[in-house]
């Protein structure tokens, strides 16, 4: 064969492979229609969100939220979404941040029936005679004294002593006394034994006839119901039965009884005699001074 024949044959071999293998590769499904088919996943991944795969059945613009499983254990949640029951008498059940309140209000009974029961009958006061309070029987009209004063009483148990201040006023139905300051002194079984009057001391008798009337000024008087018996100290001044008598010393005392009337003086004293009317000596009062 000569050689340009060997050489046209050779080329024309050469072009008919390559159009072999350019046809092989432009074939339907060959590369062409994969490269497109990854374009398109890529294209569809970048319009759904990373998080969220896509839902077969969801419409454009509706978003479906996951449904979790209620708890079928209590828990802290607003009363309201709980029973009725279960809100009134759980102590889990109050609002989200409240504080717990004390132990056992939380329930209608915090303690037991039978507790109560025992704390109620250990403080039932017992109703039996011995066990009542005193009464004491009220002091009829005529007997005892009746002693006022401006400030508060003090009660000594210890001294046995009583204590009235400020304008006190004794009344009986033998005598009245005024004066600023009066201690009482409780004898045995509670009784009085005497009573000692200091300061602007004015007494005079009462209950008793016109010619029987005493009355008299000191600065300390004491009286002792056992003996019906009114001491008068300080200066002490007494009229009565149409005579004054007064005292010329600071040691000077005057006794004067109640039941009869009688006085005594010890010490040096000066007495002024009042004439009554028709020879009957009176109680004579003081003159009030005119302006």
Do not use: C
Request: hydrophobic share 40%.
């Amino acid at each position: 064969m000569p050689a340009t024949t060997y050489i046209i044959s050779a080329q024309i071999a050469l072009i008919a492979a390559s159009a072999a293998y350019v046809g092989y590769n432009r074939k339907p499904g060959g590369a062409d229609a994969a490269a497109q088919a990854a374009s398109a996943q890529q294209q569809a991944a970048r319009e759904l969100p990373p998080s969220l795969p896509p839902q077969p059945n969801d419409t454009a613009g509706e978003i479906t939220v996951p449904q979790w499983p209620q708890a079928t254990f209590p828990r802290y949640a607003p009363a309201e979404k709980l029973a009725q029951n279960e809100a009134q008498n759980a102590t889990a059940s109050r609002p989200m941040g409240g504080r717990a309140g004390d132990v056992g209000r939380s329930r209608n009974q915090s303690l037991p029936a039978a507790r109560v029961q025992d704390k109620s009958s250990a403080a039932r006061v017992s109703s039996s005679a011995a066990d009542e309070p005193p009464t004491f029987a009220p002091v009829q009209d005529g007997q005892g004294y009746h002693i006022t004063a401006d400030s508060a009483t003090n009660f000594d148990l210890n001294a046995k002593t009583v204590v009235f201040s400020g304008h006190v006023v004794v009344e009986s139905t033998d005598f009245v006394i005024k004066t600023n300051r009066l201690v009482v002194y409780n004898g045995t079984g509670g009784s009085m034994s005497k009573m000692v009057a200091n300061g602007a001391v004015d007494f005079h008798l009462v209950g008793v006839p016109a010619e029987q009337v005493y009355r008299g000024q000191s600065e300390e008087a004491v009286f002792e119901p056992g003996k019906n018996l009114i001491t008068f100290m300080g200066w002490p001044r007494i009229q009565g039965k149409g005579r004054e008598h007064r005292a010329a010393d600071a040691s000077t005392i005057m006794r004067l009884f109640t039941q009869p009337s009688r006085l005594e003086t010890t010490g040096r004293a000066s007495t002024r005699i009042i004439p009554g009317e028709g020879g009957t000596a009176i109680f004579a009062a003081p003159v009030a001074k005119s302006n």
